[in-house]
């Protein structure tokens, strides 16, 4: 059983600031990579930013510059810091991770948080 739990979500005025977190938590054995997705009303869910076990970033291009991945493998923790966000940038935002559980150390699984809502509006 593994879990990840998102916060940070809200309402902003454009230009302002969030930042997102998104805590997995379980029967975890190692976290590969971990990123950011998101979907707004009636579009595909879309990649935003990801983040390699390394420490390697990639960032869709209508955030780069402006979004931040980053993350705490002590904590088992991925992080989106979001600056100059714009009205587009609204939708519920997920995380998603690739984990070795302990239960099945030979498989890695792709799991999903609930996701949280941004709301860029003045």
């Known amino acids: 059983q593994v879990q990840l739990v998102e916060s940070g979500g809200g309402l902003v005025q454009p230009g302002g600031s969030l930042r997102l977190s998104c805590a997995a938590s379980g029967s975890i054995s190692r976290i590969h990579g971990m990123g950011w997705y998101r979907q707004a009303p009636g579009k595909q869910r879309e990649s935003v930013a990801a983040?390699?076990?390394?420490?390697?970033?990639t960032y869709a291009d209508l955030v780069q510059g402006r979004f931040t991945v980053s993350r705490d493998n002590a904590k088992n923790t991925v992080y989106l810091q979001m600056n100059n966000l714009k009205p587009e940038d609204t939708a519920v935002y997920y995380c998603n991770a690739g984990i070795t559980t302990a239960t099945q150390p030979m498989l890695t699984d792709n799991f999903w948080g609930q996701g949280t809502q941004v709301t860029v509006s003045s």
């Open positions: 983040i390699g076990s390394g420490g390697t970033t």
